[in-house]
């Protein structure tokens, strides 16, 4: 059975990921699931990443990490950053949040995620893809999350390559996909 954390600070515009993981104990061996939202201190955090097997983080980042938008009490604004690079080294990990690639790959990590993931339309326009409706984005959003949550369960390398396909579809049409879709990564 592995020992599932997930790791989303509670924010409405970050709300789309949830389906990623509100499926996860319809997996076999996947019936120990954590979700932790917020409130608690970052201590607590990395004590509960020591106790799990696979641990899911998303939301909003940057290149140092995952942040924890008031919702956890820290002193730098990041609930994953440098200091939980260790704990997470030898984890079954997924990165799902801004710039994640960057994180990872300073660090050495192993796992699935993203890139610079545009999620809003604020975020389409700033790379490049000026006038795009919410719609799109939305749709880009919602597909994701819904195809990676049929497979989140998953081990990482089938995992990556169905996202992969599937939502590889879905960037013919919709360019923000197209967009977040080249930048979804897999190292193990």
Known sequence: MKKTLVIHPS???????????????????????????????????????????????MGHGSPGGLFSVGQFDTSFGYIIDNSTVDLL?????????????????????????????????????YCGLQGTQQSVVD???????????RVSGQPLVEAYEYVRDTYGILAETNPVAKYNHYRLYLKS
């Open 11 to 57: 924010d409405r515009s970050t709300d789309f990921l949830t389906p990623i993981y509100m499926d996860l104990k319809s997996f076999p061996d996947f019936d120990d699931v954590t979700i932790i939202t917020g409130g608690m201190t970052k201590d607590e955090v990395n004590e509960e990443i020591k106790q799990h097997d696979r641990i899911m983080m």
């Open 89 to 125: 080294r030898n984890k079954e990990c997924i990165f799902i949040w801004c710039n994640a690639d960057k994180f990872v790959e300073a660090h050495q990590l192993k796992g699935l995620y993203s890139g610079m993931f545009i999620s809003e339309v604020m975020e389409a326009n």
């Open 139 to 149: 749709e880009s959003n919602n597909y994701f999350a819904k195809e990676l949550g």
